[in-house]
Every structure is written in C-alpha cells, then in structure tokens.
C-alpha cells in the first residue's frame, strides 16, 4: 500500500483530500504545517506528498527544497496545491513535483496522484 502525506493548514481540505485517497486504498498521513510535514517526511518515508502552497512557517515550496536538500527525502515526489494562480518557475522543471490549482476536483486529484506514484 502507498502511502500518502497531505499537507495543508485548512482541516477541512485535509479531510477532504484523505477520503478521496482512502477510497483508492491508500494510506494517508496528514500534517497542518509545512515544519510538521518535514519532521513527518523524515520519519515515515512517504511514497508521494500533496503540499498546499501558502502556509504559515514553512509554505510549499521551502518544502520542497528543505526534502530536496536531504539526500534521504529528495526522491519524494510532491504535488504542490494552489489557490493563487502563479508561475510554477524552476520547480516546473523537476520531475518529481506536479502541480494542482484548487479548488480541486476529485478526479484529478487521483490523476495527479496517479501521474506521480506507480501502484
């Protein structure tokens, strides 16, 4: 079973997000904070991780760099989640990182998912 981190500081797309995923039979862990979610990273070793962007401390992207600096996180791929239209920059050009712009429906979540991590 794939396992699943989700990072956002809005419970209720958490929630959301982790119903879609456990339908599909993944295993899902969820996080509120970016410092959290790089703690939980470390630790747990997650098959793909779905980051909202704009969040307090440690917002998607710092993220995303902070996973790539450490050699025993920089394979992880992420999906980062937006509600702010912006260019993707740089990080559009790393394989390992997708992006979704919210709100989010349900069958692309999967599709994202599914582009990122083989079952």
């Not at 747990?44 to 909202?52: G, H, N, T």
């Not at 992207?61 to 989640?81: G, N, S």
Request: hydrophobic fraction near 45%; avoid cysteine.
């Amino acid at each position: 079973m794939k396992t699943i981190l989700i990072v956002d500081d809005d419970a209720e797309i958490r929630k959301l997000e982790k119903i879609i995923l456990d339908k599909e039979g993944f295993a899902v862990i969820e996080s509120e904070d970016g410092a959290s979610a790089l703690e939980i990273a470390k630790a747990k070793m997650p098959d793909l991780i779905i980051s909202d962007v704009m969040m307090e401390n440690i917002n998607g992207f710092m993220l995303f760099e902070f996973l790539r600096d450490d050699p025993k996180t920089e394979k992880i791929p992420m999906i980062l989640v937006t509600g702010k239209a912006q260019t993707a920059g740089a990080w559009n050009l790393d394989p390992n990182i997708g992006y979704l712009q919210k709100p989010v429906a349900p069958h692309e979540l999967l599709a994202a998912v599914k582009k990122r991590i083989a079952e």
